[in-house]
C-alpha cells in the first residue's frame, strides 16, 4: 500500500522502536480502512465480525495500555485516479488482459464493494459508542491523518500507507505490537531526511517514478534504487519542475547532447607499461622515473597487479570517466522519463501537495472525547458478536479505569468506577514487558457472597493472590487486552488492575505517598548484614558456582534446591491457609467459569 517498489524495505533501517509511554497523553489519528483490511486478512470467517472484534481490543489497549487519546479517519469518495488503479489492480490479479477492456472514464469515481462499506459503517457505530472522535476525509483517509499531524492537531499516524509521508505527515506509526518491551514501530520524516536527504517532493518524485495506488505503472524501466539516485542529484524545490522539463523535452535532444560531449573529451598521456607510471618504457629502462622509489642507477619497479596510477593525469582522467557515466545513466534515466506520456501527473502532485483533505475548516475542527456509552455498547455487542455482557463489562474495565483515573486527576471528587468500585489501595509494583505499573485494588460498594480470587489474565509479571482461578475462555492472540483479576474476600470483591504509575500518581497523591512510605518501611526492615559464618559460607559457594558443573551435577543440584524450596514453603504454609484454600476451590468448582462471570460483572 502507498508507494511502489517495496518503499517500507527502503525506510526500514531508520525506524525506531518506541515502548509503552511514547503515546502517553498524545492524540494520535487511526487510518480505520487500514484497521479493516488487515483484521479482514488475519481472521478469516472463523471469527463473527473481526473488524469489530479486534477494533474493540484495539481500541482499548490504546486508551489502556498506551494511554493514547485516538482520533478515528474513514475514507471519503476516492478520486477518479485511485478508481482507475483499483480497478487495474483488480484485473491484474484476476490475470485479465486490460488491454481488451473498456476504457475507464477519466472523471469517474468508484466507491468501495458494500460488503467493505457495512464494516466502515458498523465500526463507526462501535467507536461512537466508545466516544471517541471520528472524521471522514474527502478521499484517502491517510491523507487527512497527515494533514492532521502536519498541522498539529494529532501527534501521530497509525497507518502502514506510505503515502502518508507524502500527504506530509511527520510521525508514522506502521504496526504496535503490544505485547512487547517495544510495542511501537515508528517512522519520523526528520529520521529520513537526515539518513537519506529525502523531503516531501523528494518522496513525491520517487513515487511518480515507481508507481503509487493511484498510478501503479509508474515509469518503465525504474525502480527504487534508479529513482532514489536520480531525485537526491536535485534539490526538494527543483526536484518536481525537472520532472516536468525532462517529461515535456524531446528524446532526440537528449541524445544528441551525448555525441557532443562525447567529441569534447580530452586525451590521455601515455604511461610505461613496465611500471604504470608517466612516460615511455624506452626512457624508464635507461633511467628510472620520479614515481619509482629505486635506488640510483636502477630501473624501475614493475607495476603489481591491480595496480592504479595516482598521477595528476590519471586522477583527472577517472574523474572524467566517472561523470561521463553518471551523465549516460542520468541520460539513460531521462529517456525512459519522456517516453511515458503525459509525466508527470499535474493531477497526482497536486492532490499530494493539497492542504485540505476534509469537509471542515482548522478553526472548525474541535476533537473531544466522551464517557463511553457502556450500556448501549454492550447491546451493540451482543447483538453483533453474541457475547455475554459480564465478558463484555470485564474487558471493558481497563478502559474504563484509565478514563476515570484522568477525570479523578482533572477533577477529584469521590466517585465510583463504572458506579461499583472505589479506589482501595496499590497492592504492589509490577513490571510488564520491562516497563513498571501499579496493581490498584479497587473496592465493590455491593457486598458479594465467596472467598475466592479470579484471575482474568495470566499476562506479565507479579506473582498474584495465592488462589487464583482463571475465569476466562482461551483468549485468542489477536484479543490485544487485558481484563481484571478478581478477589473476593471476606464479603468484599476487589478488582486488580495494571495502571500508570503517574496516572495514578496524579489522581490519588495521598495514597501513593502512603504506598511508596510504606515500601520504604519494608525495605529498611529487611536485613542487608549477614553473619561472619554465613558470609564466609556464600563465598565459598560463589566460588563452587563459579566452576563449571557436569550435566549430571547440574541437574542434580537444581533439583535439590527445587525440593528444598519446596519444603519451606509447604512448612511456612499454616493448616488455616491450606483449609482456606480448599474451601475456595471447593465452594468455586462448583459454579461455572461464565456463571462466575455473571455473578461478578452483572
Keep these: 500500500m502507498g508507494v511502489g517498489g517495496n518503499f517500507w524495505d527502503l525506510l526500514k533501517p531508520h525506524a525506531r522502536t518506541e515502548g509503552f509511554d511514547f503515546l502517553r497523553n498524545k492524540r494520535v489519528a487511526v487510518d480505520l480502512s487500514f484497521w479493516i483490511v488487515q483484521h479482514e486478512t488475519a481472521i478469516k470467517a472463523s471469527v463473527r465480525s473481526p473488524h469489530l472484534r479486534l477494533t474493540f481490543f484495539r481500541t482499548i489497549t490504546l486508551f489502556a495500555k498506551f494511554g493514547a487519546f485516538p482520533v478515528f479517519v474513514i475514507d471519503g469518495t476516492p478520486s477518479p485516479l485511485k478508481s482507475k488503479a483499483r480497478i487495474a489492480r483488480f484485473f491484474r490479479l484476476s490475470g485479465i488482459d486490460t488491454h ?17 462499506a457495512k464494516c466502515v459503517k458498523e465500526c463507526v457505530e462501535l467507536l461512537e459508542l466508545f466516544g471517541v472522535p471520528v472524521l471522514e476525509a474527502k478521499g484517502e483517509a491517510e491523507a487527512l491523518c497527515a494533514e492532521l499531524n502536519r498541522k498539529g492537531f494529532v501527534d ?5 500507507d506510505s503515502d502518508a509521508f507524502l500527504f506530509g505527515a511527520k510521525c508514522v506509526i506502521k504496526s504496535f505490537h503490544p505485547n ?31 508507481g503509487n495506488d493511484h498510478d501503479l505503472n509508474g515509469v518503465q524501466g525504474v525502480g527504487l534504487d534508479t529513482a532514489v539516485r536520480f531525485v537526491q542529484d536535485y534539490t526538494d524545490d527543483d526536484i518536481l519542475n525537472k520532472l516536468h522539463e525532462i517529461g515535456k523535452e524531446d528524446n532526440t535532444s537528449l541524445q544528441g547532447g551525448q555525441s557532443s560531449d562525447t567529441n569534447s573529451r580530452k586525451v590521455k598521456c601515455s604511461h610505461c607499461s613496465f611500471c604504470g607510471h608517466p612516460g615511455s618504457k624506452r626512457d624508464h629502462v635507461k633511467f628510472p622515473c620520479e614515481y619509482c622509489d629505486v635506488s640510483h642507477g636502477s630501473c624501475c619497479i614493475k607495476k603489481p597487479d591491480g595496480f592504479k596510477c595516482n598521477c595528476s593525469s590519471c586522477d583527472t582522467d577517472r574523474e572524467e570517466k566517472e561523470k561521463k557515466k553518471q551523465e549516460n545513466w542520468r541520460l539513460r534515466v531521462c529517456n525512459k522519463i519522456a517516453m511515458e506520456p503525459n509525466f508527470p501527473s499535474s493531477e497526482l502532485i497536486q492532490m499530494y501537495l493539497c492542504d485540505n483533505h476534509s469537509y471542515f475548516s482548522d478553526d472548525d475542527l474541535i476533537l473531544s472525547w466522551e464517557s463511553p456509552k457502556t450500556e448501549i455498547l454492550i447491546d451493540f455487542l451482543v447483538f453483533h458478536l453474541r457475547w ?36 482501595d489501595s496499590i497492592l504492589r509494583e509490577k513490571i510488564r514487558y520491562g516497563h513498571p505499573f501499579y496493581v490498584v485494588k479497587w473496592k465493590r460498594a455491593i457486598p458479594v457472597l465467596d472467598n475466592v480470587v479470579y484471575e482474568g489474565s495470566s499476562e506479565g509479571h507479579g506473582t498474584g493472590p495465592e488462589d487464583a482461578i482463571d475465569v476466562d475462555e482461551p483468549v485468542d492472540l489477536t484479543d490485544e487486552s487485558d481484563s481484571p483479576k478478581i478477589h473476593i474476600q471476606e464479603g468484599c470483591s476487589f478488582l486488580l488492575t495494571d495502571e500508570n504509575m503517574d496516572l495514578v500518581r496524579a489522581a490519588y497523591p495521598e495514597q501513593t505517598a502512603k504506598f511508596l512510605q510504606e515500601k520504604e518501611v519494608k525495605r529498611q526492615k529487611t536485613p542487608t548484614t549477614t553473619p561472619p559464618s554465613e558470609a564466609s559460607g556464600k563465598s565459598d559457594s560463589l566460588k563452587a558456582k563459579g566452576a563449571q558443573l557436569s550435566i549430571t551435577e547440574f541437574y542434580r543440584a537444581t533439583k535439590t534446591q527445587q525440593q528444598t524450596a519446596e519444603t519451606t514453603d509447604l512448612t511456612n504454609e499454616g493448616e488455616e491457609t491450606s483449609t482456606e484454600k480448599r474451601k475456595a476451590s471447593s465452594s468455586s468448582s462448583t459454579l461455572s467459569k461464565s456463571v462466575r462471570r455473571r455473578l461478578l460483572f452483572d
Excluded: W
Design 100 to 116: 481488451d477492456l473498456p476504457r475507464v472514464e477519466d472523471r469517474i469515481s468508484v466507491d468501495r464493494n458494500s460488503k467493505f
Design 388 to 423: 455475554e455482557p459480564s465478558y463484555i463489562r470485564q474487558r471493558l474495565l481497563p478502559m474504563l479505569s484509565t478514563i476515570f483515573l484522568r477525570e479523578m486527576a482533572n477533577n477529584p471528587i469521590q466517585t465510583l468506577l463504572y458506579d461499583q468500585y472505589e479506589f
Design 180 to 210: 512487547s518491551k517495544e510495542p511501537l514501530e515508528c517512522y519520523f520524516m526528520s529520521d529520513i531526511e537526515a539518513a537519506l536527504g529525502l523531503k516531501r517532493k523528494h518522496l513525491i518524485a520517487i513515487s511518480l517514478l515507481v
Design 156 to 160: 501521530a499516524c497509525i497507518t502502514a
